[in-house]
Structure formats: C-alpha cells, structure tokens
C-alpha cells in the first residue's frame, strides 16, 4: 500500500510467525491432513490430531496414522492407545488383577500378554493374557498347565492342592507279585524312575516256605492258608474205641495268648492259645470238618478223658480243686476268684502246679471251657451233648462223668468250645 510502514513497508499487519493463515516469508496458509494446524516461528506444525489420528511419522506431514478407538491399552495385539508401542511394550498395559494368584507349585506365577507357545507347535495363536507357571508346574507344549497331571514325582504338578492326584495308587500298600503267603514281601507303591508310572517297592521282604502250621499263614506259600497244618493229636484205643483226639481244646487259626483270634476257616489245637469260645454247634461242626476231622462222640469224649482206668476226673480219681480251671480254682492265685477262660494246655496250682491233663497227654478235658460233641440226645428240638464242665463249674460237674448238660444246635455262650477227632491221625 506504500505507506512505508512495517518491514521494508511490506506486509504490516500480517503475523507471519505465529498465524497458520498467513506462515512463513510466502505467506502460506498451513494445511496439513487430519490435524488442527499451527505456526511456529513462520513454520507450519500440527497443534493436535482430529479424532482418530495421531502423528507418529515425523517425516509424513500432519496426523498420519488412524486410530479409531483410542482406548486404554489392552492385551491384543493393537495400539489402543495409538501411543506407538503395542501391548506388553507399552508400559500403560496392565494386567488384571489377580489374575494368576494360585496354590501349591502355581504360586506365584507370571502373567504374560502374547500368543500362546510357538505356531509351529499348533498353538493358539490369539493374544491374550496367559499365565506363565513356574517350575514345578506341569505344562504342555503351549505352556499352558495341565488339565491333570502326567508325572509322578510328589509334586502337585496341576496345583490343584494334590501332589500325584492322576495316579491315585502311589503310597498305598503293595505286594510281591507271584509270590504267596510268607514268602511274599510288602510294601508301598512309589512313583517309577521315570515318573510315568508306579512301581511296588518291597520294604519287608518275604520269608523262605517252611512247612505249613495252624496259624493264619500260608508257611508253605502254595496259596493256600493252613491247608494241610498238622494237629497234635492223641491216639486213644479202649472200650471198643480207636480214634485220635485233639490233645488241646479247639482255637482258632490267629489266636494267641491274649486273643481268642476271628479267623473261622477252620479249627487248630495249640497251646498257649485262647480256646475258641462262644461257639454253635453247626461252626464248630463245619471248623473241624475243614480241618479233615469230625466233633468227637460222646463216647470218644468220655473214654479220653476217663482212660483205661476209668477215672472219675482226667488225672485221677480224687478231686483236686486246683488241678484243672474250674469253679474253686483262682487264676493267679488270689482272692476274690474271677474265674474266667484260661490259655489251653497252661499249668494250674497255687503257687505252682501241672496242666490239666489225662496220663496220655490230653489237655483241659477237665474244667476251662465246656465241649460240644458230635451225639445228639433229641430232635425236637435238636438237641447236642456237652461234656466237661467250663471254669464256672463246680466240682460234680467237672468229673469225665457229667453227662447232663445238652443244648440245641444255635446255642453259644463264653464258657462253651469243642475239639476235634478222626479215625485217622
């Protein structure tokens, strides 16, 4: 306008430092795509991105790069937050809280924002939060845990709160395989040597077969427990009789000192062993048939307990009130008497004394426990001889005589047992 004002007179008025209208020495008016423009010292810049673009390429004029959501960055594989760094590189990613909070060998585990393994391996490829579990934690070819374990180590490899869940048979008993009774050693299965099974590993070896006795074991380890056991046994022959008797009353196959025993599969003869007591007749008849025998007559009963010499008690013919364990006699010997069932074959007397026995070698036929014999003396109902008298018994009712008392075949009751005999021995 020739006025001469401004620079040189040129352009007064227009501010070519700081207006994107009119920017730089030209006067260019700034337009740069998707952003609101702006002069910086007669340079066109971009004050802000419009909705949905950033700057990221300083080399590319304006807002270059679209970014639709412009949300907080999450696990995906996409700039949310279009700050150029994606996903576990930018340090606004968070993960969830607790996400990976578990027990046991899990405890402590990382969460870790990528695809899942390597795709060659077929793995899931979608990114997402994982959890990367610590050593022992078992995983798959993925890394991600197992649904249940594959190893047998004593760790919970599954974390979930049991070591060894998936073979349930570890720490339990076990035995030798193809051995038997005795011989066969015991023990607990263990996780195998290479944690893919488990295997019995033997703490109490077995012992070498020997020959079979009554006692709940199989001795001889055939597989069978007490078959063939020999009984001691007496040979009795007089009043037209010939038969062999047991020469204790009858026990069962694991009795012992201090118990009767529950083993029923057949009757023994032992000393030192609590007589086999409440009884019926029909076990007592099936336990000495399993033992290859038969329950004694009332005749055979009576002649091994008199004998040749017809004696009215089994060591004599005068009573002797601790001879045998009846009525008047006081285990240990003391005062009040608790008369009670006594070890078969055990000495009586006070202080010292003799089992009660008959000259051949028959043990308790005399007081201790009743007996049931093979006679019956009625049938309606069916009715069973009992002979000997039991340590309730007074001294008429201990005598190889007695002949009073018979019960029916279902009865039992704790001062009542049996023994066996056979013709053959």
Not at 72 to 101: H, K, Q, R, S, Y
Not at 395 to 413: H, I, K, P, Q
């Amino acid at each position: 306008d020739c006025d001469g004002e401004g620079v040189g007179g040129v352009d007064e008025g227009f501010d070519k430092l700081n207006d994107p209208r009119f920017c730089g020495p030209t006067c260019t008016r700034c337009d740069l795509p998707n952003a609101i423009e702006g002069c910086l010292n007669g340079e066109c810049v971009v004050r802000a991105c419009l909705r949905g673009w950033a700057d990221r390429d300083p080399l590319q004029p304006g807002c270059e790069t679209a970014c639709p959501s412009l949300t907080p960055e999450v696990c995906d594989g996409v700039d949310n937050d279009c700050d150029g760094l994606v996903d576990a590189a930018d340090p606004n990613l968070i993960a969830p809280p607790n996400f990976c909070i578990v027990s046991g060998a899990c405890e402590g585990t990382v969460p870790v924002c990528g695809p899942a393994g390597p795709a060659a391996s077929g793995c899931d490829q979608t990114v997402r939060w994982r959890c990367v579990y610590q050593a022992p934690a078992e995983v798959d070819a993925c890394g991600n845990l197992v649904a249940d374990e594959r190893l047998c180590d004593g760790v919970d490899g599954d974390c979930d709160g049991m070591a060894d869940d998936s073979y349930p048979m570890a720490g339990t008993p076990c035995a030798e395989e193809g051995a038997h009774g005795v011989c066969q050693g015991t023990g607990t299965f263990v996780c195998s040597d290479n944690h893919d099974d488990v295997r019995c590993q033997i703490t109490t070896p077995g012992i070498s077969p020997a020959v079979e006795v009554c006692d709940n074991l199989d001795n001889d380890c055939d597989g069978d427990i007490d078959n063939g056991a020999t009984d001691t046994v007496v040979h009795v022959q007089g009043g037209g009789l010939d038969f062999y008797i047991y020469a204790y009353e009858a026990s069962r196959p694991d009795a012992t000192a201090g118990s009767v025993g529950s083993a029923g599969h057949r009757a023994c003869t032992k000393p030192g062993t609590q007589p086999w007591r409440n009884v019926s007749w029909a076990e007592a008849d099936a336990a000495c048939r399993a033992a290859g025998r038969r329950l004694c007559t009332e005749a055979e009963w009576q002649q091994a307990c008199q004998g040749d010499a017809n004696n009215i008690y089994p060591y004599g013919a005068t009573y002797l009130a601790d001879a045998c364990n009846g009525k008047d006699y006081s285990p240990g010997c003391v005062s009040p008497d608790l008369d009670a069932a006594q070890v078969s074959g055990r000495p009586y007397g006070c202080p010292n004394g003799a089992p009660c026995q008959t000259p051949s070698g028959i043990y308790d036929l005399s007081g201790n426990l009743k007996e049931w014999t093979g006679t019956q003396v009625s049938s309606s109902p069916v009715r069973y001889r009992v002979r000997g008298g039991s340590y309730d018994s007074i001294a008429d009712g201990l005598t190889c005589r007695f002949d009073f008392v018979a019960a029916e075949a279902s009865y039992r009751y704790g001062n009542l047992g049996f023994r066996c005999c056979s013709d053959q021995p």
